[in-house]
Structure formats: C-alpha cells, structure tokens
C-alpha cells in the first residue's frame, strides 16, 4: 500500500472518529437535559437506549490509541453486523471487481466487487452471495460501507424515488430507478433486504449501509426497479 492510500485511509479514520465523538457530547448533553428536567418512561428510555443511549467515549478512546499505536482501529461501520453466518460467507481471497457502480444523484461511481466479507467491502461495494446478479430477474443485494474505506455508500440518504443507479458489468449495462429509502432496525433488515419480489420475473436492486453515521444500530435501504437493459455506451 502506498503512502498516499494509507494517508486517505488515515483521513477517513480520523473523519469518522471526530463524527463519532461530536455525536457522543450531543447524546450526553440531551439525556442530562432530559434527566434534569423531567422524568423519562421505561418505554421512552428503552427506546432511547434502542436508538443509541449507550454510545460512550469509550470507543472513541479505543479508536484514538489505535491510531496512536499503529493498529487499524475499531470500527461500527459493519453493514452485514447481525446476518447469519451462512447467509454471508464468501471465500476470503483478494476481493474480485465484477463490474461498476454508478449513482449520478450523489457523485457515485465506483468498483462493484463480489462477495460481502469485510476485504470485499474494503475495496468497494459488494454483492451478496446467492442473491440474483445485477441484471438477472430478482433481488440484487448489495452492501456497502459509509464511513470507513472508500465510503461508497457515505451519501445513501440523499436518493430520491426516480434517481438512477446504473450496474456496467463487462459490455452490459443494467440500469435501475430508485423506488423508496427505508430506514429499518438491525434486527430486521437482513430479511427486509433479502426479501425477492413476488413476481419471479421482476428484476430490482437492493443498496444497504449502516445507519445512522455515527451508531450504526440501523440500516438505510434503497429499492430500486430495473428500467432498462442494454450494452453498455
């Protein structure tokens, strides 16, 4: 790796972690605000807990030594956190591009690479294995980091229903309309992104990251449906 590659990748870490740290003093300042004021339900404080509560400094502090120490630091950003196993296992050879992902809307075009294991996503976004390939009838699952590495998916929020998402793989384009951004719970998105279109004939893609940025106790999903399918220009 060259200095120039460890420096951005020493760049994005101390991005995340100054995100991370900011949102931790927000958290701390609202909940004494809300201690102090007045009293708080079980149900509204469990809620708040589910929603990130227990975020600290702790974690902060970790990340910090390991910069300080040379070592790769913590990291939440892990959008396949919660998945079974089975459900996700790739071989963990070298990641292998197959193909381009490119999203106008947010700036976005990057290598599409097989395989959801965390050297996959290293190097990009990466499709989950046993899921239809893109352009093939079904549900295209794809995951992809937002803080850390490469950040492809950094700007997932910003889509709107109509945006475009174009996958080129080899002389094929394949060419998507954004239908809806969801934000769903961790312990119910890997059957809220697997999930395959009734119809068997349909052909859609399905874009996941953590959520929020700086908890990661979430996942923001992006549907979208098949336009069109082409050689690529």
């Given at each position: 790796?060259?200095?120039?590659?460890?420096?951005?990748?020493?760049?994005?870490?101390?991005?995340?972690?100054?995100?991370?740290?900011?949102?931790?003093?927000?958290?701390?300042?609202?909940?004494?605000?809300?201690?102090?004021?007045?009293?708080?339900?079980?149900?509204?404080?469990?809620?708040?807990?589910?929603?990130?509560?227990?975020?600290?400094?702790?974690?902060?502090?970790?990340?910090?030594?390991?910069?300080?120490?040379?070592?790769?630091?913590?990291?939440?950003?892990?959008?396949?956190?919660?998945?079974?196993?089975?459900?996700?296992?790739?071989?963990?050879?070298?990641?292998?591009?197959?193909?381009?992902?490119?999203?106008?809307?947010?700036?976005?075009?990057?290598?599409?690479v097989?395989?959801?294991?965390?050297?996959?996503?290293?190097?990009?976004?990466?499709?989950?294995?046993?899921?239809?390939?893109?352009?093939?009838?079904?549900?295209?699952?794809?995951?992809?980091?937002?803080?850390?590495?490469?950040?492809?998916?950094?700007?997932?929020?910003?889509?709107?229903?109509?945006?475009?998402?174009?996958?080129?793989?080899?002389?094929?384009?394949?060419?998507?309309?954004?239908?809806?951004?969801?934000?769903?719970?961790?312990?119910?998105?890997?059957r809220?992104v697997?999930?395959?279109?009734?119809?068997?004939?349909?052909?859609?893609?399905?874009?996941?990251?953590?959520?929020?940025?700086?908890?990661?106790?979430?996942?923001?999903?992006?549907?979208?449906?098949?336009?069109?399918?082409?050689?690529?220009?």
């Open positions: 790796m060259d200095f120039g590659r460890k420096s951005r990748r020493l760049a994005h870490w101390v991005t995340a972690i100054s995100s991370l740290l900011v949102a931790v003093t927000v958290l701390t300042v609202a909940f004494s605000s809300v201690g102090g004021g007045r009293s708080v339900s079980p149900e509204a404080g469990d809620a708040a807990l589910a929603g990130g509560a227990r975020s600290d400094t702790s974690l902060v502090v970790r990340m910090l030594d390991d910069l300080r120490e040379g070592r790769r630091p913590e990291s939440q950003d892990r959008p396949l956190a919660g998945a079974p196993v089975k459900l996700v296992r790739a071989g963990p050879d070298d990641a292998v591009p197959i193909g381009r992902l490119t999203i106008p809307a947010i700036g976005l075009s990057t290598p599409l097989d395989g959801v294991h965390e050297d996959a996503l290293r190097e990009g976004p990466g499709h989950w294995p046993g899921t239809p390939a893109p352009g093939e009838p079904g549900n295209s699952v794809i995951s992809g980091h937002r803080t850390t590495e490469t950040r492809p998916f950094l700007y997932l929020d910003r889509l709107s229903p109509g945006d475009t998402i174009t996958i080129t793989e080899g002389g094929e384009r394949f060419r998507y309309a954004v239908d809806d951004v969801t934000i769903v719970p961790q312990s119910g998105y890997v809220y697997l999930e395959q279109p009734a119809n068997p004939r349909t052909r859609m893609v399905t874009l996941f990251a953590c959520n929020p940025l700086t908890a990661h106790f979430q996942r923001i999903v992006v549907r979208a449906r098949a336009l069109d399918e082409g050689r690529a220009s």
